[in-house]
């Protein structure tokens, strides 16, 4: 250039470009977001492996909300076999089978009473392997011990308020349960239920 604004010697003005204002900004606001990013990844990291202050709230939230199941009133123990009087009636055309049926039963304990061949009513009648037969009260726990000794009985009630029971044989009876099977399911009936745990 020549004239007043000739440039002489090997000094030259050096040109700036002028701050980006704006690049700092976001380069700073970057900068904090990716600090809280890093601060919020290392949280869930450490819940993750401890359990977490969240998930404990809700465990003791539970925890505190959650109650024992009410325990159910115990139910009244079956009567013993020698608590029961057992009246034996042979409802089939075969001979001989109530006296031997009453037999095996006051072997296992059972009282016996009344020992023979079914009235009209059940003659003939039963096609099952037996009906047990007693009054109302003798479903709570006469019929559940009486029915251990021998499967596939049918259950009525009647009128009768004495507790003994009858046991009138149908056409399907061969025999008793077998005595060690008895045995197990008498025994189970009197154990007791174990009480339901609390579930919430």
Known sequence: MGGKYRITGNAYPRMRRPRN????????????????LAGWGTTQLIDAFTGGDGKTAAAAKQARECKPAPTPSA????????????????????????????????????????????????????PGTAVL??????????????????????????????ADVDLIIGTAYTALSAKKDADTALAALTRPAPAPSGKC
């Open 21 to 36: 204002r704006r690049r700092i900004v976001f380069a700073a606001l970057a900068a904090v977001v990716a600090l809280g």
């Open 133 to 162: 037969l007693g009054g109302s009260s003798a479903q709570r726990g006469n019929f559940r011990v009486l029915g251990t000794q021998l499967t596939g009985t049918q259950l009525k009630t009647d009128t009768r308020t004495t």
């Open 75 to 126: 139910a009244p123990a079956p009567p013993a076999p020698r608590q029961i009087t057992v009246n034996v009636y042979n409802a089939t055309p075969r001979s001989g089978l109530a006296k031997a049926a009453a037999d095996e039963l006051k072997k296992r304990g059972f009282r016996i009473g009344k020992v023979g061949n079914a009235t009209a009513e059940y003659d003939k009648k039963v």
